[in-house]
């Protein structure tokens, strides 16, 4: 029965190398392979595996490495909810929730797991804050590697729709002109001093 429970999950969570990430295909981007969602889990723990190095971020990061590899499995679901999908944050987060409680229900520390996820939803812990910024911080950056790809044009006919939304034109009014920068300017004000000082970096 172990046995069965540890391929199953694998089997599930395996889903995942092939669902690509949605905001790259919301925004166009030209690329003959799009970042999964899979890939992006593992960017998010190399960069916790690298700050947590670089940084006295004072974080358990085995407890934060966890968080970043399980709160992406609702996707297997629900699929990758983009804020253009006109999802609530509640209904999104309840979603997650359900979906997450089928996708872990044969493990036997499914209870641990669920609670950990819990913990990064409220993003109060000092944990669950650094893994949310990671969570975030990878996106900005992966954006940015489209953007030096010359990958996506946010001001094409493609993707007038988006761009004409109130907060991207906001971005717009405030300079920005590449994809990262809109991902930026939309992070940016929820990121902790540690993850200012890399986006400022990239930014110089």
């Known amino acids: 029965m172990k046995e069965n429970n540890v391929l199953k999950f694998y089997y599930l969570a395996n889903t995942l190398k092939a669902k690509i990430r949605s905001g790259w295909k919301l925004w166009h981007v030209s690329k003959e392979r799009l970042e999964s969602v899979a ?20 974080i358990d990061l085995n407890k934060v490495l966890k968080m970043l590899v399980l709160h992406e499995l609702e996707e297997i679901i629900i699929g990758d909810i983009t804020p253009y999908d006109n999802v609530s944050k509640e209904d999104k987060l309840e979603r997650g929730k359900i979906a997450v409680s089928k996708v872990l229900d044969d493990l036997v520390k499914k209870e641990e797991y669920v609670l950990l996820l819990d913990e990064f939803n409220s993003c109060k812990t000092k944990e669950s804050r650094f893994a949310y910024q990671c969570d975030k911080l990878e996106a900005d950056l992966q954006a940015r590697l489209y953007d030096e790809e010359k990958s996506v044009d946010i001001f094409s006919s493609v993707n007038k729709d988006l761009i004409n939304t109130e907060w991207n034109q906001k971005a717009v009014l405030n300079g920005a002109k590449k994809l990262s920068d809109l991902f930026i300017a939309y992070d940016y004000n929820n990121y902790d001093e540690i993850f200012k000082k890399i986006i400022d970096d990239i930014n110089k």
Not at 40 to 46: E, V
């Open 39 to 58: 890939e992006h889990i593992y960017g998010t723990c190399i960069l916790a595996i690298a700050i947590d190095s670089e940084y006295d971020a004072n």
